[in-house]
């Protein structure tokens, strides 16, 4: 018996007017492509090398807002003591120049380059909102969670799927004053930490196998270096504003120019 007979003995497809002929055929064709055309159906996911980059170039630019946005305010409904009345979103972090703070700019197609940093990502609780509100983890170190509050948080990370969506990577209690818990990033991709105590705790995180990820400072300019010469798909993001992906040539011992507008949505 073939193994795309077995498949269908175990899946005991049967004809009935909801399933007849075509659709057996159809059923039966997606199968095959399954079992002789693998990358059909499941994309390769290249694993990052670390190499000697010489004569690596750069990519540097400004990421701003095409009009002034006021920031958002928090308002804060549980353990006012703690955390107070209301709090700053500091969501549209927007200077004077309309630049854009904390917008997280990767490097979405690299494979090989310099090493990563072993560097870990802390993450703290802190009056009842998270610090940093944009950071930067990379696989292989860890996540270092502080609750520096005299109240219980519920750190929780997860992978962004989209519409509102997400996978769970890690759901963290902290119930003291000062307790620390220690991670390891396993799991690549943007990720939103959150508190299940306090609904409006949010930050975002963006967990890379490579080092070629940076964020915006207050002027909303960033730069990224070492790059071997290539061509790359930058992916520019911010919690507000959504998300572009661009185009970009690389040259060796060159700097290439990315900025980008955004406007609100």
Same mark, same amino acid.
């Given at each position: ?6 498949? =269908?003995?175990?899946? *005991? ?33 290249? &694993? /990052?090398?670390?190499?000697?980059? @010489?004569?690596? %170039?750069?990519?540097? %630019? ?38 854009? @703070? ?34 930067? &983890?990379?696989?292989? *170190?860890? /996540? ?8 219980? $948080? ?15 990577? /890690? ?7 000062? *307790? ?10 943007? *990720? ?5 105590? $306090? &609904?409006?705790?949010?930050? /975002?995180?963006? &967990?890379?196998? $490579? ?29 507000? =504003? ?17 900025? $980008? ?5």
């Amino acid at each position: 018996m073939s193994v795309v007979s077995l498949i =269908f003995k175990g899946l *005991q497809i049967k004809k009935s007017k909801f399933f007849g002929g075509t659709m057996r055929k159809i059923v039966l064709g997606v199968l095959l492509m399954a079992l002789l055309i693998p990358g059909a159906l499941f994309a390769e996911v290249k &694993a /990052y090398t670390v190499e000697d980059v @010489k004569g690596g %170039g750069s990519i540097k %630019g400004k990421i701003k807002a095409s009009s002034a946005v006021p920031d958002e305010t928090l308002t804060i409904n549980k353990d006012e003591a703690a955390c107070g009345s209301k709090v700053p979103a500091m969501k549209y972090l927007v200077s004077s120049d309309l630049g854009v @703070k904390n917008v997280i700019v990767s490097i979405e197609n690299i494979e090989k380059g310099k090493a990563v940093p072993k560097t870990d990502l802390v993450v703290n609780n802190k009056k009842c909102v998270f610090e940093p509100l944009a950071g930067i &983890a990379y696989v292989g *170190q860890k /996540y270092i969670i502080k609750n520096e509050d005299p109240i219980f $948080h519920n750190t929780s990370l997860g992978i962004m799927l989209g519409e509102g969506k997400k996978r769970t990577v /890690y759901n963290l209690a902290l119930p003291n004053k000062d *307790q620390t818990i220690e991670k390891p990033v396993k799991v690549a991709g943007f *990720q939103i930490v959150q508190c299940d105590a $306090h &609904a409006w705790m949010r930050s /975002y995180v963006y &967990a890379s196998k $490579h080092p070629y990820v940076v964020i915006t400072d207050d002027k909303g300019t960033f730069e990224i270096k070492d790059i071997p010469a290539g061509n790359y798909k930058v992916k520019v993001w911010h919690e507000g =504003f959504g998300e572009v992906i661009k185009d970009v040539e690389v040259k060796a011992g060159a700097a290439a120019t990315l900025d $980008h507008t955004f406007s609100k949505k």
